[in-house]
């Protein structure tokens, strides 16, 4: 009964208390808003317990409330006033308005959180004299106690006043903030908008030529405007910019001009004003000034950084730019010209005109917006040609190419078409420099201007197919016809195409008709047509183009077949993907053969007499969605046909499968296969054993090395004999039982030479496994007695190829990798290279390198690998073991160096092209310094092994090390150390202190100051590094080996991994801004772009409907500058689309980046 009682007191108590606060608060109707007057700040009390919401009342800070309370307020003075509800107990919502009814208020701030705990912060922009109507409301309907207070606005900052400008100098990076500026009586509006908060500054041109002018850091949308004159109301623009852009405009030296940074709507914050270096014009920005070019084909740099437009000067590829610069050439010959910009940092606008001044110039017949221009040329007319450099607002460096004038093809003419031949017919082609003749049709329903002829006869009744392919940009502006008829102004349309890739003509053909056809440029502005290189073809599909009408070979244990890949080849449903592209099995054209054992043995296919670069593939299966890949082959020969050789199983069927290594890839296919029988000839052995390594196993390799022995048994001097033998034992270095034991002794599993890397084992959270006994020295047991043995023999191999005329060539089948030329350098560097291996063995034999295994991956695990833990735990490392082979190394040392610097010398002296990627060494021209720095190295390291010698003004003295009494290294390992530990942690003086837990970007800087970086800043040394290994199809920059629709070129440019999948996100962003401008959300997109980025172009494009795309720049507006990012090898750059989203329909908005390489 007692605990009943208390239930009910308790209840009386709550109906007690509520019915305290059941009246409203008396400021709960707007009607009876409470006043704010005095003085501030003020601090007012309040309660909307038990307050209500209205009729017509808005929702408060976007929340439906429902416990509303009010206050008014009229400002004293215009300016920034905090209102804020922090101190309150329950979670606030903020609004302010102008109006005086409920019902039509007009929202000037609103806030729900910002104050912390659920309270709320606000900002609000008064005018001096206007009345706010405050209102406080509870989240959900919340309710309690109320603390609301108003702050004064500080005061405007010293130079918000036109006549209190601040003075600056020079190349400025200035400070500063607009809170609380205001506008003065008779003030611009600067970069076109009213703002209402701007600062001034006033600076004085150092010199005359071009400045930019930005802010950044910028917390608010920014205005910036540049002016010239002394009085506020009576001034004269001279640039302007809004929203974070660059102001670009020409100074007078000894002149003022004054600066406004205003805030967009207005908005005030802080911000960094940036003033530029002042870039003076080139030598040829005047038209009267232009440089005179060698006639012929040349090239030249230019840059067009701080060059103006002229009076009367023309707009250049239709763009109205404004910084160009002039050259003058004379054509030596007739013809058609390209003209070519390459590595610019900006959109190239170019112009070719005849004139003798800038108001007077006659169009040549081509101005292009873009990196090419081409036009005719008559011999010993002198032409001017302006770059300019659209609407960017900075200009920059560049390249100016001009070609030598390309003569009319011979076939530019009707009446002298070419004959292409029979059923299937292919020509290569190009419409440089042609023309149109009189009563010539427009191909396509296009004037075009540039048509060159073929003629072809149909050699039977049925559907055949006209193909077109053009190179680079004439892929898209090439033009396809077919006619009867025999004279130019009397055809017949047959049928035409001017899109699709390739331009394709279908059409049934009678018997003996002979068909006309033209290929032509399209002309989208009159007096401008393109042209360029094509490939042209008329075919029938080959029977075998189905896995189902495969040619049928036979039993035959040798023989061949022709047939022929064309674009009307496809690929079936089920069908396996290209090697290079596996998940797409849609991206070639094949055709089949099929071909059944007649024995058990080793037969060899290849297709080496086709006429274009193919792919040959044999399977096993009976369904064309169930084959299982035998052998394969992509690039055996320099042309990059192929060839294979495979174990066949007497009775088998075998289905073999040809393509083109790329989808424009076309041509009549020679297939032939032959049985390799017992060898009875030096030759003999030396097939077999090549086509023993193109089976790429263990068994296969040792198989291989047996053939090449049995034909130096026959001539032991035979120089390609003694290579394949050679290279083989350093294959077999990874091969064999004792290699296998030796891993297993490291604990790793083995991945072999030709199946991927060699691993340890790894748990399910990354770390690595050691396994029980495992030791360091197992690795080094290998190494002195199986490993240097064998590479003893390896070189005396070698030393038998000695001819200065030794060449030989491996497949992609034989070498596991790719096509690979050999010639006597290659040989010189692999005897190097056996030599270095040798020094390395002997070092570790001189010095214990015995570890535990499990020591070592324990530390590396918990990220404890120091410099005093690794000497720890290799107990004797840098302690001789008695073993002492430091004569051995020297002479390795020695021998390594006089083989490379002999090896180097000869690709350097004997090859016409150094960077020949095919040989199996090479020096790519990006790379000459690099190789030559590493040249005098070797040399230098080479020469202090009998002495000292000087490197960078020290004395170098190796020969104390090798030839000293002392053998320890422990004993000098203070000195190396600087006399501490060096460990993962401490901060490398080296490096200025940079610690490795510092950003990328940071490390990378200090490693580029002490000139240790090794940047992959062209394509050439990028694709070294992340593409080695690769199929040569798989390292060109059109090709996407990891299959993410993003190509080698592209991945270069964004800074991808090109064998990892990335997404656009990886790269870049679009969409609407999350800082509204003005209420409005803008397109914008931000992508990263390499710092250092030779020979690549980006540039932003807009398009209303995906087809037409402005690259001009004329829409957008660059946001700030380019921000580093922290890996250190890009930055991030941002541009906005500067149409107004609520007036536009649509806008898209793309990046897109051009290799510049001429």
């Not at 790429?696 to 022995?709: G, K, M, N, V, W």
């Not at 005098?936 to 090798?962: H, K, M, P, W, Y």
């Not at 921000?1123 to 007036?1143: C, M, Y």
Request: with cysteine; aromatic share 8%.
């Amino acid at each position: 009964m007692k605990k009943r009682y208390f239930i009910v007191f308790c209840v009386l108590v709550f109906i007690q208390v509520s019915n305290l606060y059941a009246v409203p608060p008396v400021n709960d109707a707007f009607a009876n808003r409470a006043p704010v007057t005095g003085s501030l700040p003020q601090t007012l009390n309040g309660t909307n317990v038990e307050a209500t919401k209205e009729s017509g009342e808005p929702n408060h800070a976007g929340t439906t409330g429902g416990k509303s309370v009010w206050w008014t307020w009229t400002a004293p003075s215009t300016g920034s006033y905090i209102i804020k509800t922090m101190g309150s107990n329950f979670d606030t919502v903020l609004a302010v308005y102008t109006g005086a009814a409920v019902n039509a208020l007009t929202l000037r701030a609103s806030d729900d959180d910002s104050g912390g705990g659920g309270t709320s912060f606000l900002t609000l922009s008064a005018t001096v004299g206007t009345v706010y109507q405050i209102a406080v409301d509870g989240w959900a309907g919340a309710s309690g106690n109320i603390t609301l207070t108003i702050e004064p606005p500080p005061p405007p900052p010293a130079n918000d006043a036109f006549a209190d400008r601040l003075n600056i100098s020079g190349l400025s990076l200035i400070s500063g903030n607009n809170n609380n500026a205001t506008k003065e009586a008779g003030e611009s509006n600067h970069a076109g908008y009213s703002g209402g908060r701007s600062v001034w500054y006033s600076w004085t041109a150092p010199a005359s030529g071009e400045v930019s002018m930005w802010t950044t850091n910028n917390g608010f949308s920014t205005l910036l405007g540049i002016y010239t004159g002394s009085s506020v109301n009576a001034l004269t623009q001279v640039g302007s910019v809004a929203f974070g852009g660059q102001a670009v405009f020409q100074v007078t030296g000894g002149t003022s001009y004054q600066i406004a940074v205003d805030g967009y709507n207005p908005s005030s914050g802080s911000f960094t004003l940036n003033i530029g270096s002042v870039i003076p014009p080139p030598a040829n920005d005047a038209f009267g000034a232009r440089i005179v070019l060698p006639s012929g084909a040349t090239a030249t740099a230019g840059t067009n950084a701080g060059a103006t437009k002229e009076p009367g000067e023309p707009n250049h590829g239709g763009n109205a730019g404004g910084k160009s610069v002039w050259w003058t050439w004379m054509a030596p010959s007739s013809g058609e010209v390209t003209i070519e910009v390459t590595n610019s940092t900006f959109y190239p606008l170019i112009g070719i005109y005849t004139g003798s001044s800038v108001a007077a110039l006659v169009s040549a017949g081509a101005t292009s917006g873009g990196n090419t221009a081409n036009f005719m040329a008559a011999s010993g007319v002198t032409y001017h040609i302006a770059v300019d450099s659209g609407s960017m607002p900075n200009g920059g460096n560049f390249e100016l190419g001009i070609s030598d004038p390309v003569p009319p093809p011979a076939n530019d003419q009707f009446a002298n078409r070419v004959l292409l031949p029979g059923t299937f017919a292919k020509v290569n082609g190009y419409n440089n420099g042609a023309s149109k003749e009189a009563g010539e049709p427009s191909h396509a329903g296009n004037t075009g201007g540039k048509s060159v002829w073929y003629r072809w006869v149909a050699p039977s009744n049925g559907t055949f197919s006209a193909y077109l392919v053009g190179d680079g940009t004439f892929a898209n502006n090439a033009m396809l016809a077919i006619y009867t008829g025999s004279a130019v102004n009397a055809l017949t349309p047959v049928g035409s195409a001017s899109w699709g890739t390739p331009r394709t003509v279908s059409f049934t053909a009678t018997a003996g008709t002979e068909y006309q056809i033209a290929v032509d440029g399209a002309s989208w502005t009159p007096g401008v047509v393109f042209s360029g290189a094509f490939l042209l073809s008329v075919s029938q599909t080959a029977a075998n183009n189905a896995f189902a009408d495969a040619i049928d070979l036979g039993a035959a244990a040798n023989g061949s077949s022709t047939s022929w890949v064309d674009f009307g080849a496809n690929t079936e449903m089920g069908e396996p993907g290209h090697p290079a592209f596996p998940w797409n099995p849609m991206m070639h054209r094949t055709i089949w053969w099929k071909w059944t054992a007649p024995v058990s043995g080793l037969f060899s296919f290849d297709t080496l007499g086709s006429d274009f670069d193919t792919v040959l593939e044999v399977y096993t299966g009976t369904a064309v969605n169930a084959l299982s890949l035998v052998a394969e082959s992509h690039d055996a020969d320099a042309e990059g046909r192929s060839s294979i050789a495979f174990q066949a199983a007497l009775g088998t069927s075998y289905y073999f499968r040809v393509m083109g290594e790329t989808v424009n890839d076309i041509g009549n296919v020679a297939l032939q296969f032959t049985q390799l029988g017992a060898p009875g000839s030096l030759s003999d052995h030396i097939r077999l054993g090549r086509a023993y390594l193109q089976l790429q196993t263990t068994p296969s390799l040792a198989a291989a090395d047996a053939q090449f022995a049995a034909a130096l048994a026959i001539d032991a001097n035979h120089p390609e004999a003694n290579f394949l033998k050679a290279a083989t034992g350093l294959a077999r270095l990874e091969q064999g039982a004792a290699f296998e034991s030796a891993l297993a002794g490291l604990g790793i599993t083995d991945g072999d030479l030709y199946g991927g890397g060699h691993t340890i084992p790894e748990d399910v959270n990354g770390d690595r496994i050691a396994t029980p006994g495992t030791h360091t020295s197992n690795g080094l047991n290998y190494l002195v007695n199986t490993a240097l043995p064998q590479l003893t023999v390896v070189r005396n191999h070698l030393d038998k190829v000695s001819a200065s005329s030794f060449h030989t060539t491996l497949s992609d089948g034989e070498s596991a990798l790719r096509f690979v030329r050999v010639d006597a350098g290659d040989v010189a560097l692999m005897r190097a290279s056996t030599y270095m291996l040798e020094a390395l063995i002997r070092l570790l034999q001189t010095y214990d390198a015995g570890a535990s295994m499990a020591d070592l991956i324990n530390q590396s695990n918990t990220q404890d690998l120091t410099a005093e833990s690794l000497v720890g735990s290799f107990s004797n490392l840098l302690e001789s073991t008695g073993n002492d082979q430091r004569q051995a190394l020297k002479s390795a040392l020695q021998n390594a160096n006089t083989h490379y610097q002999s090896g180097s010398a000869f690709i350097r002296n004997n090859r016409v092209d150094p960077g020949d990627a095919d040989f199996l060494f090479a020096i790519a021209p990006e790379n000459t310094q690099v190789e030559a720095d590493a040249r005098a190295r070797s040399q230098e390291v080479s020469d202090s092994l009998n002495g000292s010698t000087t490197v960078a003004g020290e004395t170098v003295n190796l020969a104390q090390v090798i030839q000293g009494p002392d053998v320890s290294l422990r004993n000098r390992l203070p000195g190396l150390m600087g006399n501490k530990a060096v460990s993962s942690t401490t901060p490398d003086p080296t490096f200025s202190g940079a610690a490795p837990h510092l950003t990328q970007n940071h490390i990378n800087n200090e490693l580029r100051v002490h000139g240790l970086l090794y940047e992959t800043t062209s394509f050439g040394s990028w694709s070294g590094h992340f593409l080695k290994n690769l199929p040569l199809s798989d390292q060109l920059k059109t090709a996407d080996p990891d299959g993410d629709l993003i190509n080698n070129f592209a991945e270069y440019a964004f800074n991808l991994n090109p064998r990892e999948r990335s997404a656009t996100s990886d790269y870049a962003t679009s969409g609407l801004e999350t800082n509204l401008i003005d209420g409005k959300a803008y397109l914008n997109i931000i992508y990263n772009r390499r710092i250092n980025r030779p020979n690549v172009s980006y540039v932003v494009a807009v398009s209303d409907n995906l087809t037409a795309w402005d690259r001009t720049q004329a829409q957008l507006v660059q946001v700030g500058l380019p921000v580093p990012n922290p890996d250190g090898v890009t930055e991030s750059v941002q541009f906005r689309v500067l149409a107004d989203p609520t007036l536009t329909d649509r806008k898209f908005i793309r990046i897109e980046v051009t290799d510049l390489t001429p």
